[in-house]
């Protein structure tokens, strides 16, 4: 029974990957029809160089981001495993056919709302591909190929200066406000991006320092029900051996929280910091 089960947790995240993969490609390819293509809007990476090309030779925009990627990806099969070589690849030629293949129209024609909702929903494509396990282009591997010969660069200050020579050219071939409108998108479809592959599941931790400590916590887990941590350390000033509690809650047990602490201890310190997901007990499931 418990390898069968074993099995059918393999093929479910098999499934989960897979569409993944398939949405997040899809979203991709049609942010360029729906948003960009007929706005001058180049999103950096070698589809904004393709977009570029395509003003001044009118080249097919897929089929010549395909063409820039593949001698990166040849080098980049020494460079990285074969299995996410591979993924990668499927994923940029399916990415680069659907560009050109997909038949829509575009949804609005106002520079800055393309802006917008195009780098939100190529974020959010990307964001599902990176779950994958895989990419759609090559400047990733670009930016490697330059760390290896210039190894004071580093890879994302490469990727940022591929993506800032892309914009610029657009500003050139285009026009300057094209150029602003991308600037937008890059922003927009990075933390998007980010987003996506760290997960929704946001929470808050809390740092607690008390004298009080053991009473705190023991409210804590009683009223509720949630774990806590003893982190042992010692105070800078004073030297003294002190425990220091971490608590991992959900947005909506923050006000709780501090009502817990306070009534136990008004004089307590508290530090709170994001946590951009959380897994476990109390929280979601494991998720890759």
């Given at each position: 029974m418990?390898?069968l089960?074993?099995?059918?947790?393999i093929?479910?995240?098999d499934?989960?990957c897979?569409?993944q993969?398939?949405l997040?490609?899809?979203?991709m390819?049609?942010?360029y029809?729906?948003?960009?293509?007929?706005?001058?809007i180049?999103?950096?990476?070698?589809?904004g160089?393709a977009?570029?090309?395509?003003e001044l030779?009118r080249?097919?925009?897929?089929?010549?981001?395909?063409?820039?990627?593949?001698?990166l990806?040849?080098?980049?099969?020494?460079?990285?495993?074969?299995?996410?070589?591979?993924?990668s690849?499927a994923a940029m030629?399916?990415t680069?056919?659907?560009i050109d293949?997909?038949?829509?129209?575009?949804?609005?024609?106002?520079?800055?709302?393309?802006?917008?909702?195009g780098g939100?929903l190529l974020?959010?494509?990307?964001g599902?591909?990176?779950?994958?396990?895989?990419?759609?282009?090559?400047?990733?591997?670009?930016?490697?190929l330059?760390h290896k010969?210039f190894?004071?660069?580093s890879i994302?200050?490469m990727?940022?200066?591929?993506?800032c020579?892309?914009i610029?050219g657009a500003?050139?071939v285009?026009?300057?406000?094209?150029?602003l409108?991308s600037l937008v998108?890059?922003?927009?479809?990075?933390r998007?991006m980010d987003?996506?592959?760290?997960?929704?599941?946001?929470?808050?931790?809390?740092?607690?320092i008390?004298n009080?400590?053991?009473?705190?916590?023991?409210?804590?887990?009683?009223?509720?029900?949630r774990?806590?941590?003893?982190l042992?350390?010692?105070?800078?000033?004073?030297?003294?051996?002190?425990?220091?509690?971490?608590?991992?809650?959900t947005?909506t047990?923050?006000q709780?929280?501090k009502?817990?602490?306070h009534s136990?201890?008004?004089?307590?310190?508290?530090?709170?910091?994001?946590v951009?997901?959380?897994?476990?007990e109390?929280?979601g499931?494991?998720s890759v």
């Amino acid at each position: 029974m418990r390898r069968l089960m074993r099995r059918i947790n393999i093929n479910r995240d098999d499934w989960l990957c897979s569409a993944q993969f398939i949405l997040g490609v899809v979203l991709m390819s049609a942010s360029y029809p729906l948003f960009f293509l007929t706005n001058d809007i180049a999103p950096g990476g070698l589809s904004g160089v393709a977009m570029i090309l395509n003003e001044l030779i009118r080249v097919p925009v897929g089929m010549t981001t395909f063409a820039l990627n593949v001698p990166l990806f040849a080098i980049g099969f020494r460079m990285r495993g074969t299995a996410f070589v591979l993924r990668s690849f499927a994923a940029m030629t399916v990415t680069s056919a659907l560009i050109d293949w997909l038949p829509l129209a575009p949804l609005t024609a106002d520079p800055m709302l393309a802006a917008v909702g195009g780098g939100a929903l190529l974020g959010v494509g990307l964001g599902f591909v990176l779950r994958a396990n895989a990419t759609t282009g090559g400047t990733d591997m670009a930016a490697m190929l330059l760390h290896k010969r210039f190894p004071l660069l580093s890879i994302g200050g490469m990727l940022m200066a591929i993506d800032c020579l892309v914009i610029i050219g657009a500003a050139i071939v285009f026009e300057p406000q094209s150029a602003l409108y991308s600037l937008v998108t890059l922003y927009l479809s990075t933390r998007v991006m980010d987003r996506v592959v760290e997960g929704f599941d946001t929470a808050k931790a809390f740092f607690i320092i008390s004298n009080s400590h053991a009473k705190i916590a023991s409210e804590i887990m009683k009223t509720m029900e949630r774990g806590v941590t003893l982190l042992n350390s010692r105070g800078g000033y004073s030297g003294e051996q002190r425990d220091v509690l971490l608590c991992v809650i959900t947005r909506t047990q923050i006000q709780q929280l501090k009502r817990v602490v306070h009534s136990i201890d008004p004089k307590a310190f508290m530090i709170v910091t994001d946590v951009s997901e959380a897994m476990g007990e109390g929280f979601g499931k494991f998720s890759v």
